[in-house]
């Protein structure tokens, strides 16, 4: 049995520059992961085929390698000399006439663990301007006897959660495309704002420690 995953989500920005921000989406500082999606743990990129066709659509075949680490479950259940990482290939097909932008993923690798694939649409939104529509599709399965139930319900779980975090790293793309400062993740926002309460703290202690009194000679 297949797990199924689907979702709809609005971007606020216009088709052309969607289109521009899927190339240029990495590097980001997000983190996603089940074997798709955006994120910082890329490793390489590579184009494998790329074509212009006749009715003027791009074609592109790229094999991507990031990084994976098994969650401590599953590392109990498989060797510790697995690789950590993830081969991936990802198909895309821009059509300029339609205005549509069709990618498809899936992992190469660590298929009897788990397989993932993702297709997602990125169409020009007729009712909102300025607006692309997403239809995002996973689809994940497991070959793992007697524990496939268990592991397709963890990565649906985890792909839910991480196509957020996948949807702020192309937005974080669009605002470094568009000329906007783009926002930090939390976890920088936080230690920046621990760090100046530290320096702040530092600095009231001193003013407030008792002075000695000057010795003269």
């Not at 680490?69 to 109990?76: D, F, G, I, K, V």
């Not at 259940?77 to 899936?106: A, H, M």
């Not at 660590?110 to 297709?119: D, I, N």
């Not at 994940?140 to 006897?145: A, E, G, K, M």
Request: contains cysteine; glycine residues 4%.
């Amino acid at each position: 049995m297949v797990k199924y995953f689907s979702n709809d989500v609005d971007i606020g920005s216009t088709w052309d520059h969607v289109v521009s921000a899927f190339w240029q989406r990495y590097p980001n500082p997000f983190r996603p992961f089940v074997f798709v999606s955006i994120s910082t743990h890329v490793l390489t990129e590579d184009v494998v085929y790329r074509e212009v066709t006749a009715d003027h659509r791009l074609l592109s075949r790229r094999l991507l390698m990031k990084t994976n680490r098994l969650p401590r479950w599953a590392e109990r259940l498989f060797p510790s000399g697995i690789s950590r990482s993830v081969y991936i290939i990802e198909d895309s097909i821009v059509d300029p006439v339609n205005r549509s932008l069709t990618i498809y993923t899936w992992n190469l690798n660590h298929t009897t663990l788990m397989s993932v694939g993702e297709r997602c649409v990125f169409r020009d939104s007729v009712e909102q301007p300025a607006t692309t529509q997403l239809k995002r599709e996973a689809w994940i399965s497991s070959n793992v006897y007697g524990l496939s139930r268990p592991i397709q319900e963890f990565g649906l779980a985890r792909f839910k959660s991480n196509q957020v975090k996948a949807m702020k790293g192309l937005e974080y793309a669009l605002s470094n495309l568009q000329g906007e400062t783009p926002q930090r993740p939390l976890r920088d926002t936080v230690k920046g704002a621990s760090e100046k309460a530290k320096g702040t703290a530092k600095s009231l202690a001193s003013a407030a420690a008792p002075q000695k009194p000057p010795q003269y000679v």
